[in-house]
Each structure stands twice: as C-alpha cells, then as structure tokens.
C-alpha cells in the first residue's frame, strides 16, 4: 500500500529557517527525503544553517530573504523558480515578539510601545500574509500546494502581558481559515492551509522568562507548568511528526485547522 507520509518527491521552503522550532522541522523533513528550501533574515545564518544541512544530504538550498519585503520575496521566488523548478510546501517559521510590545510585570496596557507593537504585528500577521501571496502563485499554477503557518497558545485565550504577539497570532489563526477557504474555492481541494498551535517550548526568545540560570522554573515559567497536564516544556522535535502529517498525503482531505502540539495546555483550565 501507498505510504502516506512519504515526503520524497516534495519541495518544501521553510521561513525562520535558522531558527528552533522551524529549522529543525526542516531539517527533520529534509531527513525524511524532502528537497528543503532554507529562508532566513540574514545571508551568514542561512549559510550556517545550509552547510549543517548539506550533511543530511545534497537535497537542499538557501535563500537569505526578509519577509516583510516584497521586493526580496519576490526575487527569491524567481530564483527558486529557476533554480529548483518548483514548490509544493510553505512553512511560515519566520516570527517573534520584542520586549515593547509586552507589558513589563511592573507595567500596565498604557505603558504599550505602539511601534514596537506594529513591529511584532507585522513581524508575525505581514511576515506570514506576504511569503503566503507570493508562495501560493506556484500553487495556483501548479493546482497543488500547501501552507503551514505558526500560531500560538496566546492567539485563542489570554496571555497576561504579551498583547502585540497575542494578536498577531490570533490574525494568524483568521488568516489560515480564510486562505484554506478561498484557495479551495477558487482552486479546488489540492491546495490546502494549515497552522500548528506550539505551547511552550523553550528558545532563545522566552528561555530568560521561564528558567532560571540554575534551572528551576521562573514564577511565570510555573505557572505554565501548572496548566499544562503534561508538567513539562515542550523538545522542539515534538512538532516535526504534526507538521509532517499536515504537509502529507494523509491530511489531503484537512484544510484550515489550527492543530495544538502543547501537552493539553489548550485543553486544560488550570484547575
Ligand atoms: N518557541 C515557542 O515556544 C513558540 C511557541 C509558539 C509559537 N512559536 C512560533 O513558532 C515560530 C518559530 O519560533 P522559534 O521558537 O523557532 O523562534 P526562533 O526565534 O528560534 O526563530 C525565528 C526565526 O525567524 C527569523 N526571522 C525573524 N525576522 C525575520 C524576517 N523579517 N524575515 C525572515 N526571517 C526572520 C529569525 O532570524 C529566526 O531565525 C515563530 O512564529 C514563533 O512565534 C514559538
């Protein structure tokens, strides 16, 4: 029989790609006999990521591309165009937040840096909308593809303090639905959208915020241990096997679906 999960015939460019969570979903994917297109912010970092990934295997390239610049988007679509011939999978990795646009434990809404709010807004909601756009034209033209996108506990329920990522993460949530929508409506059922909802794990934005130098959990870092069943942080290889399965023939009838990968933190009260 078929196998489902068999990634070997597909292209799969992934945004944030030197980064955690999506770099090493790439590489997991690359490992799984995919060709992995590798998108970062800066040329050294893409560099860096593609020679450790050029160990895996030759089924790999880099392009370095900001994803809130259509210019640059648009010039690394035709490069990879003309360079690799096709896409067939979008991950849209590339998002953050940044101290100003999260209320500070001694702050409150006022003390919000509107800029820096605009800034991770755009950063998450315009940094997944445009790769999306200028991605999905190779979709259209192909009548075949699929998206991936990065949303967050914080998009369904409240978040104390993180109010910018908060709702660009929400946006995200909108805009998967909404694109799963009109890409099938108007394309058929061969181009689907997805988003995985990650809880907790730990990286190099939110590591101070949830342990401590001697490894015993923050105060904030405890109380999301408290509301995760799970009592634990998520291993960034905990989401590789969800986004395998979106981006796969077994999700080919799963479209518009914001999957939780949080050890029961989105199904659990607290209490
Ligand atoms: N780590 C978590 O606990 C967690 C939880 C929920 C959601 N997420 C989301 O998962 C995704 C990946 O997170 P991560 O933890 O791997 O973060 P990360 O900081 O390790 O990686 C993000 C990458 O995005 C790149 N980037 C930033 N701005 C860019 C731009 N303008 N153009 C292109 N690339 C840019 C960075 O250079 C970095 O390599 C993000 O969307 C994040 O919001 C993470």
């Given amino acids: 029989m078929k196998n489902l999960f068999d990634l ?6 992934v945004t944030g790609a030197a980064g955690v969570l999506a770099g090493g979903t790439a590489k997991y ?10 998108l970062d912010l800066f040329q050294d970092k893409v560099d ?35 360079d690799v011939g096709r896409i067939d999978v979008l991950i849209n990795g590339a998002g953050g937040n940044m101290p100003g646009a999260t209320i500070g434990p001694d702050q409150d809404v006022f003390d919000l840096k509107i ?5 991770v807004l755009d950063l998450n909601l315009k940094g997944t909308v445009m790769p999306t756009m200028t991605f999905a034209k190779a979709f259209k033209a192909q009548g075949s593809g699929c998206v991936v996108n990065f ?11 993180v109010l910018g990522y908060s709702n660009a993460k929400a946006g995200i949530d909108n805009f998967t ?6 890409m ?9 959208v997805n988003a995985i909802a990650p809880g907790f794990f730990v990286s190099n934005q939110n590591r101070a915020l949830l ?61």
Avoid at 8 to 13: H, L, R, Y
């Fill in 48 to 82: 860096e990521t593609v020679a450790e990934a050029k160990k895996i295997s030759e089924k790999c390239c880099g392009y370095a591309c900001n994803v809130l610049n259509q210019e640059a988007l648009d010039s690394v679509y035709e490069k990879i165009m003309a």
């Fill in 184 to 192: 099938a409506l108007k394309y058929g059922d061969s181009i689907r």
């Fill in 211 to 271: 342990i401590n130098e001697d490894g015993s959990y923050t105060e904030r870092g405890q109380q999301v241990i408290n509301k995760t069943p799970f009592r634990r942080f998520g291993e960034q290889e905990e989401v590789y096997g969800t986004i395998h399965f979106l981006i796969s023939d077994a999700a080919k009838f799963v479209s518009g679906i914001i999957v939780p990968v949080d050890g029961g933190f989105s199904a659990f009260t607290g209490v």
């Fill in 151 to 161: 949303s967050s506990m914080s998009a369904g329920q409240c978040l104390t303090r």
């Fill in 29 to 38: 994917l690359q490992e799984q006999g995919a060709f992995v297109i590798y």
């Fill in 115 to 119: 800029d820096d709010y605009s800034k």
């Fill in 8 to 13: 070997s015939g597909k292209t799969i460019a």
């Fill in 177 to 182: 639905k909404w694109m799963a929508t009109e």
